[in-house]
T-cell receptor
Framework: QKEVEQDPGPLSVPEGAIVSLNCTYS??????FMWYRQYSRKGPELLMY????GNKEDGRFTAQVDKSSKYISLFIRDSQPSDSATYLC????????????????FGQGTILTVHP | DSGVTQTPKHLITATGQRVTLRCSPR?????VYWYQQSLDQGLQFLIQ???????AKGNILERFSAQQFPDLHSELNLSSLELGDSALYFC????????????FGSGTRLTVV
């Protein structure tokens, strides 16, 4: 079983729809949770960064973390064709002895297409 | 432009060969990370350097090695290449050792034939 599970999709929605993306994880040591967006042939771009449980909102994007359920979500409101990309969840946190430093563990990514 | 520069963008080489991928971090960033992205494995952490020193190691093969130079640029060396090493190799950088919101470069696409 992978440490981080993410449904690869693909997910296709009409413009203006609310998109819900999510990941589950098994490592309770994860403390930092991120969402990256990756366009084709580009590097991942950081969208949202959350520490521990709770919600964070940034424009049309809302990230939620539920550490008790080991479940994180990204919501995209009023989705646009320009949101079409692969969305990757990522997690990090010091392991026993604090030697993980900046290592991130990524989900497989969900391919999202927003059609006009 | 993310500020993280990777060269070359594309590389085609034969099995058994050795290649070097180069990364220049964003100005002011001391930490450099290398990741491999393949279709079946996704993004996999390889190794992290901070200010010239190795800080964390992931699932990096013994045929692979990396270093960070005094000017903070980093190189990833891949040797005895196999077909399965074909992948996108990304470099990322951050200011500190534990800053998880780091910035990725555009990657080097390696094709081993």
């Amino acid at each position: 079983q992978k440490e981080v599970e993410q449904d690869p999709g693909p997910l296709s929605v009409p413009e203006g729809a609310i998109v819900s993306l999510n990941c589950t994880y098994s490592n309770s040591a994860f403390q930092y949770f991120m969402w990256y967006r990756q366009y084709s042939r580009k590097g991942p771009e950081l969208l949202m960064y959350t520490y521990s449980s709770g919600n964070k909102e940034d424009g049309r994007f809302t990230a939620q973390v539920d550490k008790s359920s080991k479940y994180i979500s990204l919501f995209i409101r009023d989705s646009q064709p320009s949101d079409s990309a692969t969305y990757l969840c990522a997690m990090g946190g010091a392991n026993a002895g604090g030697t993980s430093y900046g290592k991130l563990t990524f989900g497989q990514g969900t391919i999202l297409t927003v059609h006009p | 432009d993310s500020g993280v520069t990777q060269t070359p963008k594309h590389l085609i080489t034969a099995t058994g060969q050795r290649v070097t991928l180069r990364c220049s971090p964003r100005s002011g960033d001391l930490s450099v990370y290398w990741y491999q992205q393949s279709l079946d494995q996704g993004l996999q952490f390889l190794i992290q350097y901070y200010n010239g020193e190795e800080r964390a190691k992931g699932n990096i093969l013994e045929r692979f090695s990396a270093q960070q130079f005094p000017d903070l640029h980093s190189e990833l060396n891949l040797s005895s290449l196999e077909l399965g090493d074909s992948a996108l190799y990304f470099c990322a950088s951050s200011e500190k050792t534990e800053n998880y919101g780091y910035t990725f470069g555009s990657g080097t696409r390696l094709t081993v034939v």
